[in-house]
C-alpha cells in the first residue's frame, strides 16, 4: 500500500506541470489586451502599458513566460496581480473559505443524502420512497443561482432569519445556508446513488446469507449492507470536492463569500495569469489528492481490492 | 435508530449557529454618532492606491477620501471651490500663482507644502514612472521634457527615449506656500482641474519608501488609512488634524468590496451594509428598490453620458449625413422608457446636466427622433449593407443596445444588428488600435466638472479619447480660441460653440446621460450623493 501511495503522489508532478501549461496557455489565448480597458474610456499612456508588460514578462514568448513563471513557483513564489497584491496572499485568504464552503456542504449532502438514500433504499416503493423521489428530481432540475436567490431573499430579507451575505470571516454557522445551496444538487445524486446501491444489493445472496445466518437486521444493514453499497457513493462524495470547490463560483457570488471562484473570475476577465494558475493548480491537486484517497478507501472498504 | 439520534444531535449546533447568525445582523448597528463607522460599497481597487495611477471607480473613491487637493467640488452643483489653495490667480490664462493655506498637514504630521505638490506633479508626468494619469499634465510649460512619447507605441519593438528632464520647467516652488505655475499653451479651466485626483500632493515619505506608501498610504484628506484585507475591505478612520472644512462627523468608513452588485443590495435592505451607489436591474424593475427602500434611496443624473461613436477613419462613416441619419432614427424616449424606466434622460448634447459651462439642448432636432426624414437623408447617402452596433456585454450594456438598434431599423427600414463583445478589455483592444468597422457605444464620466472635459478629450483633433479619429479644423480652432480665453464665461461660450460646431458633424451620437439610483440604510442621515456619484462623506450622519 505505501508503495502504491508513493507512486501515485510521484505521478502527481508531471500532471501537475502538464495543467499548468494548459492553464497558462488558455488564459493567455484569450482575446484583448489586459491593459486596454485599464484606463476606461481612455487609452492608456504607452509608457504604463509598456512598463507593466516588462514587469509581468508580457513581452516575451509564450513558452517563456511560462518557464519564468514555473521557476518562480518553485521557489514558492506564485507572483503578483496587476494592482500589486501577492497572489499567495490572496489564495492564503480565499482558499481556507472555499475549502470550509465546499467541506460544509460536502458534510450537509454526505449526511441527508446517505440517511435518505439508506432509508429508500430499506423500502423501496413505499410513500417515503416516492416522496424522497419527487424532491431529488425537483433538486436536480433547479439551477444553483435558483435555490440561492431563493433561499437569500426568502430567509435573508424576507423572514431575516440569516444574514443575507457572509461576513469576511466566513464564521461556519454563516456557511450553513450557502453551503446547503451548494451541496444541493449533490446531495440528489448521493440520495440516488445510495438508494439504487442499497435497494440493489439488499437481494443479493450474501445479504440472504447473513439473514438466514440469524444476525441481526441491524447488523446486517450497518456492516454487510451498507459497506458494500458504499464504493460509488465514496466516488462521488470524493470526486465532488474538487468539484464543488471548482463550481463554487455562482454560490459565492450570491452569497459574497470571498473564495477563490470570484478571485478566478475576477482574474479571467483581466487576463491575470498568474492568479488564474495559481488558484486552478491548487484545485487541481486538491482533484488529484481525493482521487488517490478514494482509491485507498475502496482498498478498505472492499478486501478483494488489493494495491502492490 | 442509531441515524434518528445522530439527526438529533446535528439539530442542536445547527440551530444555535441559526440563531448566532440571526442575533449577528443587530450588533453592528448600534454605537453613538460621533464614533459611528459606516460601510460603503465597493469594488477592489485596479492599482495601488496612488493618486497619480488610479483611474478606476474601486479605487477611485478610496483615493477621494485619503486625498485633498488645491481644489474641491461642491457635491451639489459640482462647482469648484478652494480646498487647500487659499488663492489661484491669473491675468492670462498662461501663469498661475497659487497660494497654499496655512496649517494643512499629511496624516504622518508633515506640513503641505508647494514643494508637495510639485514633487507630486513631476512624479507622475515623468514617463519611465509609468502613471496613468500621466497626460492630466500635458499642459504645463515643460511636459514635453519629462515625458517621452514611444516612437511606435507601446506594441512596437522601440522603446521609448530617456526623457531628458525630470522636472517640469512649468512648475516654480516659490516658497513652501506658493507654487507658480506656467502652462505651455494658455488654459482657463486649468484651475477647475486642480480638483481631480492626479493633481494630489504627495508626503515626503512617498518618494523615501514607495513600497511602504502603498501598503500604507498617506494622504492630506479627511480619513487616514487604517488597514486593507484584499477583496474584503479598506478600512479608513477620521483624520482628527485634518484642517479643511466642513470635517466629517462620522468617524469610520468602510469600503466593503462585493463581488456581486445584488448581495450588496440584500445587504442594505438588511442593514448590514449602509450605502450603496447601483441599485442592480433586478431591483429596478418595477421600481422594487422604493418599496424595498423606503425614503432611503434617491435617483439623480450625474456628471457621465452615454454617446454612440463612429470610426470615422472607417470609409463608411465618412458621411455627415448619414451619421446625423442615425441620430434622428433613435428613438430615445422610447429606450429610456423601455429599457431605463425613465431614470435615464435622453441626451440632447455633449455635455451632461450640472457641468458647469453647459447649454440645454445643444443638439436640437439632430437629437429628436424624426423617422421619416431620417430614412430621407439615410437613403440619400446610399450606405450599403446593414448597419452595425457593438458594445461590450460584461456590464449590462446589451439591452439598450439592442433596444437602440431596434428603432434604428424601424425608423430607416435597414437591418440594424448588434454585435456583442464579451469584455470590456477585448472591446478597447479594438478601440485603441484603430480596428472598430461597427459603431461603438462610448461613455463618458467628467474627470473634473468643466464643459471643457466634454470637448477636448473627444473631439479635437489627437484628443486623449478621440478613439473614432474625428478631425475638423474649424472645431479645432474654436478650441483652441477657448482654451486661450482669460475668463470662465468667455471659456464657456466659446466651448458652447465648438459643441455646436461638433454636433453639425456628429461623430459620435448622444444617447442618454448617465443617472445614479443609490440606497442606504436606515442609520444613514442626511445623504447626499455627489454629481460624481460617490457618497459625500463630510455631510453623511448617523442617527
Redesign the interface.
Known sequence: MGRYVLRRLLQLVPVLIGTTFLIYLLVWTI????F??????????????????EKYNLDDSLLVQYGKYLASLVQGDFGET????EVS??IA??YPVTLKLALVALVIEA?IGL?AG??TGLRSGSFLDNLVLVSTLFLIAIPVFVTG?VL??TL??RW??????V??AA????L?VPGFVLGSLSMAYVTRLTRTSIAENRRSDYVRTAVAKGLAPRRVV?VHLMRNSAIPVVTFLGVNLGELMGGAIVT?????I?GIG??V??AI???EVATVTGVVTLLVIVYLLMNLLVDVLYAVLDPRIRYD | M??RR??AW?AVP?S???L???C??SEESGGEAGDATISIYGT?????LVPGNT??VGGGRVVDALFTGLVEYDPRTAEPRNAVAESIETTDSKVYTITLKNGWTFHDGTPVTAQSFADAWNYTAY??????S??FFAQIEGFDQV?T??PD??DGPQ??PQPPAQEMSGLRVVDDRTLEVTLAEPFAVFPTQLGYSAFSPLPEAFFADQEAF?ANPIGNGPFTFESR?????IMLSRYEDYTGDPKPSVSNVEFR????V???Y??V??G?LDFLEIIPPSALAGNLYQTDLPDRSSSQTYLGLQTVTFPVYDPRFQNPELRKAISMAIDRDAVNQQIFNGLKPPADGYVAPNVPGRAENQCGELCTYQPQRAKQMFDATGFQGPIELTSNV?AGNAEWMQATCTTISNALGRECRFVPVP???????A??AGEMNAIYR????ADYPSIENFLN?LYRTGG??N?GGYSNPAVDAKLAQADAATSTEQADQLYQEAERMALQDMPAIPVYFQSVQAGWSERLRSVTVTQFRELDLYSVEVG
Open positions: 482575446p484583448g489586451d489586459p486596454a480597458g485599464k484606463c476606461g474610456d481612455r487609452a492608456c499612456p504607452d509608457s504604463y502599458i509598456t512598463a507593466m508588460r496587476f494592482s500589486g497584491i496572499e490572496l485568504n480565499a449526511v440517511v439508506v432509508l436567490f437569500q431573499i435573508g430579507l431575516g432569519i440569516i444574514d443575507p451575505t461576513s469576511a464564521n461556519l454557522s454563516e450553513i450497518g459565492e457570488g450570491i452569497f459574497n470571498r470570484g478571485l473570475f475576477g476577465l483581466t487576463k | 442509531r441515524s445522530v439527526a446535528l445547527v444555535v449557529a441559526l448566532a447568525s440571526a449577528g445582523g477592489e481597487p485596479e492599482n495601488p483611474t478606476e514617463s519611465p514612472n509609468a502613471q496613468q500621466a497626460s515625458n512619447p514611444d507605441g507601446a522603446q521609448a502603498e484585507q484584499p477583496n474584503a475591505n468590496i462585493y463581488e456581486a445584488e448581495a450588496a440584500a445587504d435592505v438588511a448590514n460584461d469584455t470590456f478589455g477585448e472591446f478597447r483592444t478601440i485603441n462610448s461613455g463618458w464620466v478629450p486623449s479619447s478613439d
